[in-house]
C-alpha cells in the first residue's frame, strides 16, 4: 500500500488522517499542536519532528492550513528554510485540501511543477461530519494527470471528487459555490420573513418555494427559520454547523477572487457586508443560518 | 358538470379557459378585445357582452387580469358601475389568478366576504407553455372550504396546486417565490461569470455547484450562461422565456409588499434595482435569465 | 392681517402654528387630542370643533398631519363625510405640510383644482428646533400663482422657501433628498469605520475628507462617530435628532416613489434596507446617525 | 537649492516633477518611456539612466506609479536587483505619491525604517489639471518629522497638504474618501434620476439638495446630470475628468482595504459592483459621473 504524509491535524485534517489510515496507507503525520499528533499516533500514525520530515519518502503528501500564506511558506518556504518542494521524493503527489485564495494555489502549482512535482489544489466541503464519516466532497484543480493520480486518497476520505479544471480551478470552483450559498441564504431568510410579516406559516411557504422556482439547497437541506426542519442548527439555536466566522472568510476569498479579475458580484459583495456586520455583532461562532436573524422584528 | 365565467383572455387566460372547456365546464367568457373572445367561441365557449354578464348565473368565476386595479375595478366596481359580487349568483366561488398586490387581493376578499361570497387569490407560475398544457402551479390564498371547493376549476387548469394561507397569502406566497427567483438568477449569473473569468469552464462549474450548497433551481432548470443547456432561453439569444418587463413587475410587487409590513430585503430590493437598469438599457422584452449579460466584458 | 386654520398640532405643527399666531396671523386650530389645541389656545389661537370648522371662512389653511391616508381624508372627505375642500371658503389657499407620499398629494392638488382652489404640497426639514425656531425649509410643490400667494404663512414658520415644480413636486424633492441624505450617513459611517479600522483618527479622517470630494452634509453638520464633533447626536449617545423611525418611513416613500415611475435607486433601497433591520433591532428611536453603529466591531 | 528625484513621468508625474524644477529644486528624473524623459530634459530635468541612478545622492525621492507592486519593487528591489533603499544617501527622504494598496505602502515604509530612511507614502487627488497647476491635494501617512521635511517638496506641488497619521495612512484615508465619493456619485445620480422621472427639472432639485441635508461635493462641483453645469464632463459627454476605469481601481483598493481589516462596506461594495459593470460595457475610458447613464431610461 502506499504511503503518505498528513499535515494539518485540526478539526477537519485530524479525521480525513484517520480515514487514510482506515483505508490502508501508511500515514507519518505533522502538526504544531503536539496532542494533535499524539490522536493520530493512537489511531497508527507514525509522527514526524517537522513538516519536511513527515513529507520526505512518500507517494502522496496531503495538507490541511488555515490561509494561503500558511500553504505557500510550507510548499515554497520562507525566510530562507526549505519547502515541501524541496525535499520530496521524485514523483510524489502532492495534494492542498485548504480553502485558500486561487492566486496562492496558482503560485504553489507552478512552483511544484518547476521542481516536476504534481500538485492539486483540492478545496473540500462537507464540515467535520463529512470529515469524521469520509463523505467530504472536494473541488480539485490540476492537471488531468493529477487529478487521476489522487484517486486513492481522495476516495479515502469523500465521497464525491469533482474536477473543475486546471490549477487554482478547485479553489475558484469552491468559492463561488460558497458565495452563491451565502447569496441562497440571506436571499431564502429575507423572503421567508418577509413571509412571516405577512402572516405566512414559513413552513408552509417553504414547502411551497422549495418545489417551484425559488427552490435552492437552504430550502432542501439548511433552512435558516426555527422550528421548520428538525436537525438543522436553526432548530438548534444555530448551535453547530457552519460558522458566521468561515463563512467571512470565505466571501473574503470571493471577493478576492473578484477583485482579480475585476469581476463584478453584487449579491456576493452585499451578502459579505450583511455576514461581516452579524460577525461584528458578537455572532461570529454561530451558524450562519443565523443570518436569518437579522430580518426578525426585535423592536 | 359546473358552468364557468373566465374573464381575461390573454396569452396566459386564453389557454386556460380552453382547458377549463376541455375538461367539461360550460364556459362563458369575456375579453375586451373581440378577437380574443372569437379563439374560445371556436373552441365552444360562450361570448358575453359584458364581464358581469359572463359572471351571471354560473358556478364560478375565474379572472386572469394585468394588476391590482384592474382586479379591484372589475370585483368591486368603480365610478357607480356594479362589480362582479354585486351581480353574481349566491354560491358563486370566485377565483382571480392574476398576480397582483397582497392588498388588493384581500380588499376584493374582505368585499366578497361582505356579501357571503368566497373568493381565493390563486396566481399562477409556469409561463404560457404551463397554460396551453394545463400544468400551471396554483399559489391560493383563501379559506380552507373555499380552496376545496375550487380544485375542480383549478386541476382542469394545473398540476400543482398549494395552499398557503388565508386571504391575500396567495400573493404573498408567489411574490416571496419570485423575489427570490431573482435573487437567484442574479447570484448564479455572478457566480458563473466569475468562474468564467477566472478560466473556469461554465458547465463543468454549473455541474459542480448545483449538486453542492450553491444548487438552486436556476442551475437545474433555466441556466443563465448560454451553452450550458440546451432548450433555454439563454441558449437562443435570451428569446422566450419570462420577460424582464415581467420580472420587473413581481419585484415592485415584492418591494410593495415589504413596505407594507416593513419588512427588509436586502437582495430582493438590489434584484430589482439591476433588473430595472437591465429593462432601462432596453432588455425589457428579453428573457429575465439576461441579466447574465450585465456581468460580461464587453469593454 | 389675514386668518389662518392650523390642522395638527404635534411636535412639528404645534410650534409651527405658535409661529403664524406671532406673525400676525389670526389663527384657529384643531386637533384630535385636547391638550395640543389648550396649548395654542394659551398663546392666542381661536379653537374649533372640528377640521372644518377651523378651515371654515380663512384665507389660508395649514395642515401637518402624519401620512397620505390622514391627508387624503382630511381634504377630499371619506365615508360619506364631507372634506376640507367642500367646505372652505372660495378663495381659500391650502398648504399641506404633511411629508407624504407624492402621489396622494398630486390626488389632493387634482380635487381642489376641480373646485377652483390652489393646493400647494410643502413638506419640511429642519426638525422640532426649526419648527420652535421659524427657521425651517419648505420644499414646495404646486403652480407658481399659489406658491406666491403662500410666502406670507411660510415665511412665517421658515427661512428658506423653495420652489420645486408643479403639484407633488415638494415631496419628491423632500423624499429625493432625504434618500439621499440616508445615502450619505451610511456611506460616510462605513468609510469612517474603515478609517477607524486601519488605525485613523476619526476626527482627522473626516477633516480631510470634508474638504475632499468625499465632502457632504454629515461631515459638516452631524458627524456620526462619536466625539467628532460636539452638540451632535452622535456625541450625545444618538438621543435626539432625526429618529431611525421617521428616517425608514422616508426611505418607505422614496421607495413608493421609486415603484411608482419605475425608477431604480440601488444606495437608496440598500439604505432602506439597512435602517429597517436596525429598527427592528430595537434603534428605533435613536438618532438616525445611530447607523454608524451597524459597522463597529462589539464581537 | 535641494536636488531631487523624480521617477514616473505619466499624465501625472511629468507634470509633477516639472512644478519640482519651477520650484527651484534640481531633478534628476527617470521613466521606462524615452520620450517622458526627453520632455521633462527640455524642462531642465536632468535624465537618468536608471531608477537607481536617478536616486543616488539626491535630497528626496518621489514617486509616481501605477500600483502596489511597481513599488515595492522599485523601493525594495526584486530578483536580485536593489531597491532605491539600497542606494541612495543616508538621510534621503522617500516620498512615493502613488495610489496604491495601504499594506505595500507599510512594507515600503517598513523596509527603509530597517535602513535608517524616512519614508511618506502621498497619494494625491486633483487630477491632470490639478498636477499642472500645481494645487495638487496630498494625504500624506508617515512619522511627523518626515511629514515635516516633506514640506517643501509637496508644497511646489500642491496646494493642500494633509497628516492623515503614521505609515500607510495617506493609502487609507485617500482609498475611504474616494469609496466615499463614488457612493456620493451614485446616490446623487440615482436620486436626480428619480427627480426626473417624476417630472422634475434636476437644475431645480440639484439647487434644493445642494444646500440642504443631501448636500455633497458632486452637487457643488461636479453634477453628474447633463446640462446641469458648465464645464464639467457630464455637459461635455462624459469626456475628461476622472475615468471610470481609474476608480474602478481605487474602489478595488478599497475593497482590499475592507478584506484587510475584516470591515463592512455595503455601499462602497456596492458601488463597486455598478463601476465594473459600466466599465464592462464599454464605459471604462468615459468620466466617473458617466454612472448617471445606468439609470436613465433608452428603453
Known sequence: MATAAFIGLGNMGGPMAVNLIKAGFTVKVFDLVPEAMQTLADQGALVASTACGAASGVDVVVTMLPAGKHVRQLYMGANGQQGLIDVVAEGTLLIDCSTIDAQSARQVADAAAAKQLEFIDAPVSGGTAG??????????????RAFERAQPALTAMGSNIFHAGGPGAGQVAKICNNMLLSVLMVGTSEALQMGIDHGLDPSVLSDIMKVSSGGNWTLDKYNPCPGVMESVPSSNDYQGGFMVDLMVKDLGLSQEAALATNSSTPMGALARSLYVNHGRQGHGRRDFS?????FKNKG
Chains 1, 2, 3, 4 share one sequence.
Open 131 to 144: 470529515a469524521a464519516a469520509g463523505t467530504l466532497t472536494f473541488i480539485c484543480g490540476g492537471h488531468e
Open 290 to 294: 443565523s443570518i436569518f436573524e437579522q
